[in-house]
T-cell receptor
């Protein structure tokens, strides 16, 4: 079974621009979560989607948004990029609600650099 | 407020010896705990988990211990191998309901020396 895939793997953007990142979960997984990893803060939860609905949101500004499609694929968008948005963005999928498993499986991440 | 803490940023052990990685949590509502391993330029890889109804879970060389009264868990790796060198993250969540997210510690860099 293929793992979680994320595109693009690397991205360089300029301050003020916007960016869209894509995630395809493991087949059959309906829960998709997004995390931001920075050296100082570790992995911080952005939001979680299940069946196209955002069920939970972390403590990030409204510039960070996401959505999930009917095939469980997910995108996240960051508008008006700031230098501090430079990070590794990780997507994770889970079988949650389909067997009481809470493990999340991560993709390789998208390295975003804002200049 | 950091609800999951890994107080040791790094740990160095000799190949063949035991590695013990520690994690503390403050939220007593957490009832499911996970450990992940992360290599540079890769996403975290799930290693092992434990529910709060247990105090120990083993999977091969990896054992996780949970002490609920102390709000502490640890990951034991025996024997340690050079390929185990990575950053290890502890994570916690509340099982059930729709408030599903993992809260991570900041990680511990494990170096296993040959």
């Amino acid at each position: 079974k293929a793992g979680v895939t994320q595109t693009p793997r690397y991205l360089i953007k300029t301050r003020g621009q916007q960016v869209t990142l894509s995630c395809s979960p493991i087949s059959g997984h309906r829960s998709v979560s997004w995390y931001q990893q920075t050296p100082g803060q570790g992995l911080q939860f952005l939001f979680e989607y299940f069946s196209e609905t955002q069920r939970n949101k972390g403590n990030f500004p409204g510039r960070f948004s996401g959505r999930q499609f009917s095939n469980s694929r997910s995108e996240m968008n960051v508008s008006t990029l700031e230098l501090g948005d430079s990070a590794l963005y990780l997507c994770a999928s889970s079988l949650l609600a389909q067997g009481n498993t809470y493990e999340q499986y991560f993709g390789p991440g998208t390295r975003l650099t804002v200049t | 407020d950091q609800q999951v803490k890994q107080n040791s940023p790094s740990l160095s052990v000799q190949e063949g010896r035991i590695s013990i990685l520690n994690c503390d949590y403050t939220n007593s509502m957490f009832d499911y705990f996970l450990w992940y391993k992360k290599y540079p330029a890769e996403g975290p890889t799930f290693l092992i988990s434990i529910s709060s109804i247990k105090d120990k879970n083993e999977d091969g060389r990896f054992t996780v211990f949970l002490n609920k009264s102390a709000k502490h868990l640890s990951l034991h790796i025996v024997p340690s191998q050079p390929g185990d060198s990575a950053v290890y993250f502890c994570a916690a969540t509340l099982s059930g309901g729709s408030n599903y997210k993992l809260t991570f510690g900041k990680g511990t860099l494990l170096t296993v020396n040959p």
